[in-house]
């Protein structure tokens, strides 16, 4: 599969999920930081919002994690791996995070089928 394809999946899987996810970095004592935020796609990148310590985090450690959550119900949330980057729009009012995808599956919930895959890949890492 080549990238483009595999991205034009992955934007399709995003669009159905909808624009709220979940951005998991890492704090400069190895302990994790989430937080909710909005996530468009701009030009092969997801752009997210961030503040300061969501800033900071990406500064030092550029590896971070979107997770899409299952409608209630659902059989897969969406887990998306990617490398942050803070974007520099002087215009913008809040900063931004642009993320370029470097992996991403659909993993199974709880809710799903149990004779489904448990793991399907949408991008794979490169």
């Given amino acids: 599969m ?10 399709e899987r995003v669009d159905d999920f909808g624009e709220v996810a979940y951005l998991m970095t890492v704090g400069g004592a190895g302990l994790p ?3 909710a935020v909005g ?3 701009d030009d092969g990148e997801l752009v997210v919002g961030a503040g300061r310590q969501t800033m900071m985090n990406v500064s030092a450690r550029p590896d ?5 959550p299952a409608a209630p119900g ?3 949330c969406l887990i998306v791996d990617g490398t942050a980057r803070v974007r520099a ?3 913008e009012a809040s900063e ?4 370029t995808p470097t992996a991403a599956v659909l993993h199974r919930t ?9 793991c399907m890949t949408v991008l794979s890492r490169s």
């Fill in 2 to 11: 080549s990238v483009p394809v595999a991205l034009a999946a992955l934007v």
């Fill in 33 to 35: 930081h989430v937080v």
């Fill in 39 to 41: 996530a468009q796609w």
């Fill in 64 to 68: 971070v994690t979107l997770l899409w």
């Fill in 74 to 76: 659902g059989p897969y």
């Fill in 89 to 91: 729009e002087p215009t």
């Fill in 96 to 99: 931004t995070l642009a993320i």
């Fill in 110 to 118: 709880p809710e799903g089928d149990p004779s489904a895959p448990s």
